[in-house]
């Protein structure tokens, strides 16, 4: 085996991609160092006020105790399987808060942060990795869809909605409408990804590409995706591309605002880049220790997009002890409803599986439905006597 | 009461759709401007705008994963897949999607989304533009599969299929685009998912659908010449099949023969075959008989007449049928 088939250590590739950063490659957006220090940046800024630079962390918090109760309930037999997103909070709370009520997301199925911002119940992430459910909820309504576990799909999805956000004429103003689909490094090796770049830059579609870059796309590294990066390539498409710190809360919800109002005005698509880390394994059924070593993930936990922040917090005399402590209990609050409530999930009938396929039901799906209700009332009566 | 080519049939059909559904959009390759290479969606778009007849980048998986996305967001897309063989790089979007979204919500979404495609042989095409694809989707739960056989069909079964919530592929007989034949504006004969005997008789039962209806009802004017009395039963609909007219036809006749384009190896004729075996097993007088095309890759235009079941290659399934 070659060197070359082997990931490089992660300090590597952020160096020799500052080293190769051509001279009209856009600046790396980073308001907050992972030391905790405020850094200005030529086009991007953010002012909060105090309670909402603290919301921000207590977001933050929250989303990785969530999602840390995720990988404890798969690994207590009580789900299938979790993605984790530990690392990414920064990425998807920062781009998260960044939307407006009337925005319209597209997930992948990692993005339970963005979730959680969006105000919505997450239930819906934990009975789809239950197996309860497939993950049905009002999307309409939540301006949320469903999570896509086919990769890349969802941003067809997204330029189709996007051009008819346009057909409608929301675009325009401080009240149009954008829309926002996240997605991975792996995605956009995918056909349908650069389909999607085609169409919605042809058609000036209301639409921000948001590219969490977590390093892996499962065991395979960015150098086996692609040999410019993803904020580099968009201009090849006619779109804006933005390289982001991903895990600088404060950047990402910058140039997710500037992206979203650029596509609310009717200027048309462009992608974001966030540079962040997967610190946890693909799923819970991924051994990451064969594909990547400890060196590489202690160069990530020095980057934890929450230490920073806090670090920063108080510094700026934002938030204090009394401050963390209450959000550690809200966060633990949460975390408390969230395990009784997938507990208490009720099983799924049999003839869920039947009953939503089609709007009426053919006749021969029936005759199928009334065998297995028959049948499992047979057993169901056996097991009885 | 107007004659008209299936193709014309068409356009009226979609031209009504596009006047009584403001939400109701044509996308696909060449739609637009050109009106379609075969002209189906001709002036369509300059009577309704690009908006409304959205000529598309040359992406298949695009056509229908947009298509889907414009669904969501309340628009009822009806897209053209060229030609048959160029379907499958939107397989994922159809399957994995278009297929799947409505019941992954629980019922919550549903996708009005059309999706035309011209199929099957017999133009002396090169390759990839004679196929018959229509089992993948048929074997595909949360598609609604159709086919129209004549232009009375092709102009009301657009229109059912367009007023359907759920997605639906729709087959156009590429080779029967020409043919002329009277159109009822005045109202739908069928339903949408209704199968229709063509021609009744007694001896056996032909089963056909889209292109091979025509083949059908020419064996049975042929056998009929011989005293032999044929009944033909156009399927219409591939998915959900409408199985009460095939099965009375069979009690009636005790015999059938499915005719299809597409390789015979798990194609319609086979679910066909099993299903009746299974329902009149009593009433066969021989063994539900298959004429379709061979397990190859669609040939070369001039064996297309060898691949394609023909008039006698019907007639001696028929004769085989008699025999048992």
Same mark, same amino acid.
Request: charged share 25%; aromatic share 8%.
């Given at each position: 085996?070659?060197?070359?088939?082997?990931?490089?250590?992660?300090?590597?590739?952020?160096?020799?991609?500052?080293?190769?950063?051509?001279?009209?490659?856009?600046?790396?957006?980073?308001?907050?160092?992972?030391?905790?220090?405020?850094?200005?940046?030529?086009?991007?800024?953010?002012?909060?006020?105090?309670?909402?630079?603290?919301?921000?962390?207590?977001?933050?918090?929250?989303?990785?105790?969530?999602?840390?109760?995720?990988?404890?309930?798969?690994?207590?037999?009580?789900?299938?399987?979790?993605?984790?997103?530990?690392?990414?909070?920064?990425?998807?709370?920062?781009?998260?808060?960044?939307?407006?009520?009337?925005?319209?997301?597209?997930?992948?199925?990692?993005?339970?942060?963005?979730?959680?911002?969006?105000?919505?119940?997450?239930?819906?992430?934990?009975?789809?990795?239950?197996?309860?459910?497939?993950?049905?909820?009002?999307?309409?309504?939540?301006?949320?869809?469903?999570?896509?576990?086919?990769?890349?799909?969802?941003?067809?999805?997204?330029?189709?909605?996007?051009?008819?956000?346009?057909?409608?004429?929301?675009?325009?103003?401080?009240?149009?409408?954008?829309?926002?689909?996240?997605?991975?490094?792996?995605?956009?090796?995918?056909?349908?990804?650069?389909?999607?770049?085609?169409?919605?830059?042809?058609?000036?579609?209301?639409?921000?590409?948001?590219?969490?870059?977590?390093?892996?796309?499962?065991?395979?590294?960015?150098?086996?995706?692609?040999?410019?990066?993803?904020?580099?390539?968009?201009?090849?498409?006619?779109?804006?591309?933005?390289?982001?710190?991903?895990?600088?809360?404060?950047?990402?919800?910058?140039?997710?605002?500037?992206?979203?109002?650029?596509?609310?005005?009717?200027?048309?698509?462009?992608?974001?880049?966030?540079?962040?880390?997967?610190?946890?394994?693909?799923?819970?059924?991924?051994?990451?220790?064969?594909?990547?070593?400890?060196?590489?993930?202690?160069?990530?936990?020095?980057?934890?997009?929450?230490?920073?922040?806090?670090?920063?917090?108080?510094?700026?005399?934002?938030?204090?002890?009394?401050?963390?402590?209450?959000?550690?209990?809200?966060?633990?609050?949460?975390?408390?409803?969230?395990?009784?409530?997938?507990?208490?999930?009720?099983?799924?009938?049999?003839?869920?599986?039947?009953?939503?396929?089609?709007?009426?039901?053919?006749?021969?799906?029936?005759?199928?439905?009334?065998?297995?209700?028959?049948?499992?009332?047979?057993?169901?009566?056996?097991?009885?006597? | 009461?107007?004659?008209? $080519?299936?193709?014309?049939?068409?356009?009226?059909?979609?031209?009504?759709?596009?006047?009584?559904?403001?939400?109701?959009?044509?996308?696909?390759?060449?739609?637009?401007?050109?009106?379609?290479?075969?002209?189906? $969606?001709?002036?369509?778009?300059?009577?309704?705008?690009?908006? *409304?007849?959205?000529?598309?980048?040359?992406?298949?998986?695009?056509?229908?994963?947009?298509?889907?996305?414009?669904?969501?967001?309340?628009?009822?897309?009806?897209?053209?897949?060229?030609?048959?063989?160029?379907?499958?790089?939107?397989?994922?979007?159809?399957?994995?999607?278009?297929?799947?979204?409505?019941?992954?919500?629980?019922?919550?979404?549903?996708?009005?989304?059309?999706?035309?495609?011209?199929?099957?042989?017999?133009?002396?095409?090169?390759?990839?533009?004679?196929?018959?694809?229509?089992?993948?989707?048929?074997?595909?739960?949360?598609?609604?599969?159709?086919?129209?056989?004549?232009?009375?069909?092709?102009?009301?079964?657009?229109?059912?299929?367009?007023?359907?919530?759920?997605?639906?592929?729709?087959?156009?007989?590429?080779?029967?685009?020409?043919?002329?034949?009277?159109?009822?504006? $005045?109202?739908?004969?069928?339903?949408?998912?209704?199968?229709?005997?063509?021609?009744?008789?007694?001896?056996?039962?032909?089963?056909?659908?889209?292109?091979?209806?025509?083949?059908?009802?020419?064996?049975?004017?042929?056998?009929?010449?011989?005293?032999?009395?044929?009944?033909?039963?156009?399927?219409?609909?591939?998915?959900?099949?409408?199985?009460?007219?095939?099965?009375?036809?069979? *009690?009636?006749?005790?015999?059938?023969?499915?005719?299809?384009?597409?390789?015979?190896?798990?194609?319609?004729?086979?679910?066909?075959?099993?299903?009746?075996?299974?329902?009149?097993?009593?009433?066969?007088?021989?063994?539900?008989?298959?004429? $379709?095309?061979?397990?190859?890759?669609?040939?070369?235009?001039?064996?297309?007449?060898?691949?394609?079941?023909?008039?006698?290659?019907?007639?001696?399934?028929?004769?085989?049928?008699?025999?048992?």
């Amino acid at each position: 085996m070659g060197s070359v088939d082997r990931p490089r250590p992660a300090k590597k590739t952020a160096k020799s991609r500052r080293n190769s950063a051509s001279a009209n490659e856009p600046e790396f957006v980073q308001l907050l160092t992972p030391e905790g220090k405020r850094r200005s940046h030529p086009d991007y800024d953010v002012t909060f006020t105090d309670e909402e630079y603290r919301g921000l962390y207590r977001d933050l918090v929250i989303t990785r105790e969530l999602d840390a109760q995720g990988t404890a309930l798969q690994r207590q037999g009580q789900l299938g399987l979790w993605p984790s997103l530990l690392g990414q909070e920064a990425a998807q709370v920062g781009s998260g808060r960044a939307l407006k009520p009337q925005d319209t997301v597209f997930p992948a199925y990692r993005e339970l942060g963005v979730q959680w911002c969006r105000g919505l119940d997450i239930i819906s992430a934990f009975s789809l990795f239950r197996g309860v459910d497939l993950g049905g909820r009002d999307t309409a309504a939540d301006r949320f869809q469903m999570y896509e576990i086919v990769i890349a799909s969802q941003t067809l999805h997204a330029a189709g909605y996007a051009m008819g956000v346009a057909k409608d004429g929301a675009v325009g103003g401080d009240d149009g409408e954008a829309v926002i689909v996240y997605h991975g490094d792996g995605a956009t090796s995918e056909g349908d990804f650069n389909e999607a770049l085609i169409w919605a830059g042809v058609f000036n579609a209301p639409l921000v590409f948001f590219c969490q870059n977590n390093q892996y796309a499962i065991s395979e590294p960015n150098t086996r995706q692609f040999r410019v990066p993803p904020h580099r390539r968009a201009e090849g498409f006619g779109l804006p591309g933005v390289h982001v710190d991903g895990n600088d809360v404060l950047a990402s919800y910058a140039v997710t605002e500037a992206a979203l109002d650029r596509a609310r005005a009717g200027e048309g698509p462009s992608l974001i880049e966030a540079f962040t880390y997967r610190m946890q394994p693909h799923t819970t059924s991924d051994d990451a220790t064969r594909y990547r070593d400890e060196a590489e993930l202690d160069y990530w936990r020095a980057k934890d997009p929450i230490l920073r922040y806090r670090t920063w917090l108080e510094a700026e005399s934002l938030a204090d002890a009394d401050y963390f402590a209450a959000v550690d209990d809200e966060a633990a609050g949460e975390v408390r409803e969230l395990r009784q409530r997938v507990m208490d999930l009720p099983d799924p009938d049999v003839t869920d599986m039947f009953d939503a396929v089609y709007t009426e039901m053919p006749a021969p799906l029936r005759a199928e439905r009334a065998e297995a209700v028959a049948f499992r009332a047979s057993l169901d009566e056996g097991s009885e006597s | 009461m107007a004659t008209m $080519t299936m193709v014309k049939a068409l356009n009226a059909g979609l031209r009504r759709i596009l006047e009584e559904d403001d939400k109701a959009l044509i996308m696909g390759e060449d739609v637009g401007r050109l009106g379609g290479v075969f002209r189906v $969606t001709d002036a369509l778009q300059k009577d309704f705008g690009a908006e *409304r007849v959205v000529d598309t980048p040359l992406a298949e998986s695009g056509i229908i994963g947009t298509a889907i996305g414009l669904a969501l967001r309340g628009y009822r897309p009806i897209c053209e897949i060229q030609f048959d063989g160029f379907v499958y790089p939107a397989f994922d979007q159809l399957v994995s999607q278009l297929a799947k979204i409505p019941n992954r919500s629980g019922g919550r979404v549903r996708l009005p989304v059309v999706v035309r495609i011209p199929y099957g042989g017999g133009i002396g095409a090169i390759e990839h533009h004679s196929e018959s694809p229509e089992a993948y989707f048929a074997h595909t739960a949360g598609l609604k599969v159709v086919t129209c056989a004549d232009p009375n069909d092709a102009y009301w079964m657009i229109r059912q299929a367009a007023a359907s919530d759920d997605p639906v592929i729709f087959f156009e007989p590429k080779r029967r685009y020409h043919a002329k034949a009277e159109v009822d504006t $005045t109202g739908a004969p069928l339903g949408l998912h209704d199968a229709r005997v063509a021609r009744t008789g007694s001896a056996a039962t032909l089963i056909a659908y889209g292109p091979t209806v025509d083949v059908a009802l020419n064996a049975a004017s042929a056998a009929a010449e011989e005293g032999v009395e044929l009944e033909v039963v156009d399927l219409r609909s591939l998915s959900p099949i409408d199985w009460e007219p095939l099965e009375a036809s069979l *009690r009636k006749t005790g015999r059938a023969i499915v005719v299809h384009e597409a390789p015979g190896t798990l194609g319609m004729g086979s679910e066909i075959a099993a299903r009746l075996s299974e329902r009149c097993f009593y009433s066969l007088e021989a063994p539900v008989l298959r004429v $379709t095309g061979y397990d190859v890759p669609y040939p070369a235009s001039r064996l297309e007449d060898d691949y394609l079941p023909n008039l006698d290659r019907v007639l001696d399934a028929v004769d085989r049928s008699l025999e048992y």
